[in-house]
């Protein structure tokens, strides 16, 4: 369990972050663009006002015309999700990303009848990894309920992940216990959201969830299945996983809300952003194990400071994830928080460390090499990352459960790098980043502007 005192201090925390350093930075942003997920977006460059500047020489004019092409299919709850989408020709989309990381570069098309039909717009979509992670989409989305700046976004979702790394519940798991796990998600998802400014955005959600995870299609590991168990009486204890080969159905519900100030109109980001959302999940009747149940917050904090231009400076990130077991009820153990990656403590293996909560810190410096335009260039920056998780509701007597239970400054684990990134636009970039801790060292390669 995770004492309210220090739920409300990282909270705490986190917002004084932001509210401390947001300021000074906000005072040279511009309004963030309007965060409703509509058709009509566009990563315009700003050139000129079409986004193609027709004396530029061909490849800045071909890229200004992928930026104009560029549509947000971002969404904030029930998960924070990100899918980038670029018009190919009318009501067929390109789609990149649309994955967690470990899958390898996600590709896609969507089908779409964009503004055809009065007052909703329905979308399909299918994507597949270069690791053959698959996910499909059903979508209704209703830009206007009553007015513009109110929402809705109902759609049916199937995501089904091969191989994900697993090393067992806890702090200080051993990387040589490592196994790897397959999951499949189905999901019919509810959101009703409402952009209350420019940079603020709010609103509620709804989940029914049936999920599963059983042996990874890995076979260099040891299979998952003879290594853990997903029976509670199992010994010892710790080969306990809740949610293994147990086909779990799950509601979850909640609220959330996202300030975003920040500015990528010139050079590197600046500005300040938060997020936030909390939720509750329960278990609903399973023919196995159904004892699923737990209260969530997550937070995440950035800000984005200058240091004498627009072309260098140095980016901030805090976030956390606490879940809290209702009584004596589990969390699937892929769904727990967890460390490693590049999203999360770069300089170790993807999912190395899993527990019911975690705290993360990040810091990069960051630095334009080549300004091809105001807002494309090639950067280079630098890390540290550091964080731990904890919590472990398998028992109540077992010594080493116990140990996962309470937060400890000899779990703390950090990551240091650096990188390079390309700014195509506003919003869209590709990325390397060189990651180095006590454990290894990594690449990790994305199609993002980083945190």
């Not at 964009?114 to 830009?143: C, H, W």
């Not at 976030?319 to 770069?346: A, C, E, M």
């Not at 807002?375 to 280079?380: A, P, Q, S």
Request: glycine share 10%; hydrophobic share 35%.
């Amino acid at each position: 369990m995770f004492p309210s005192q220090r739920i409300i201090f990282l909270m705490a925390g986190l917002l004084l972050i932001v509210g401390a350093i947001a300021p000074r930075s906000l005072a040279q942003s511009s309004p963030a663009p309007n965060a409703a997920n509509s058709p009509e977006e566009a990563d315009t460059d700003t050139n000129s006002p079409g986004g193609t500047n027709p004396g530029a020489p061909p490849q800045q004019q071909a890229i200004s015309q992928v930026n104009n092409r560029h549509l947000s299919r971002d969404r904030l709850a029930p998960r924070r999700d990100n899918i980038e989408a670029f018009k190919i020709v009318n009501h067929v989309n390109a789609l990149f990303s649309g994955f967690e990381q470990g899958a390898g570069l996600g590709l896609g098309v969507e089908l779409t009848t964009a503004d055809k039909i009065p007052g909703v717009e329905f979308r399909g979509r299918f994507i597949i990894s270069t690791k053959y992670y698959r996910r499909l989409e059903a979508e209704a989305y209703i830009p206007k309920i009553v007015d513009s700046q109110t929402h809705a976004d109902i759609w049916f979702g199937y995501i089904y992940r091969r191989r994900d790394n697993f090393f067992g519940i806890g702090p200080r798991t051993p990387d040589t216990f490592e196994t790897n796990y397959a999951s499949e998600y189905r999901m019919y998802n509810a959101v009703l959201s409402r952009d209350f400014t420019q940079r603020i955005q709010a609103g509620i959600f709804t989940s029914l969830i049936n999920s599963d995870a059983y042996n990874g299609t890995d076979t260099s590991d040891v299979p998952i299945n003879v290594l853990f168990s997903n029976q509670p009486t199992v010994t010892p204890i710790t080969r306990w996983l809740p949610g293994l080969n147990n086909n779990a159905k799950l509601i979850a519900y909640g609220v959330f809300a996202q300030y975003d100030a920040r500015d990528n109109e010139r050079g590197l980001t600046k500005g300040a952003f938060l997020y936030t959302r909390f939720g509750s999940v329960d278990g609903l009747e399973n023919a196995a194990f159904s004892d699923f149940g737990w209260n969530e917050i997550s937070l995440d904090g950035r800000v984005y400071i200058p240091l004498g231009s627009d072309f260098t400076s140095i980016a901030l990130r805090a976030s956390t994830d606490l879940l809290n077991p209702k009584g004596g009820s589990q969390i699937p153990f892929y769904v727990l928080p967890w460390l490693g990656g590049r999203s999360h403590l770069r300089g170790f293996d993807n999912y190395r460390f899993r527990g019911n909560n975690l705290l993360l810190f990040a810091i990069e410096p960051r630095r334009t090499v080549w300004k091809q335009s105001e807002t494309k260039g090639i950067d280079v920056f630098v890390f540290g990352d550091g964080g731990q998780v904890w919590g472990d509701n398998r028992s109540n007597t077992d010594p080493q459960v116990l140990a996962n239970d309470n937060m400890n400054s000899s779990n703390w684990r950090f990551g240091i790098g650096g990188g390079a990134q390309y700014r195509m636009g506003r919003n869209f970039g590709v990325r390397i980043d060189i990651g180095h801790s006590n454990e290894r060292n990594n690449v990790y390669f994305s199609v993002s502007r980083g945190f």
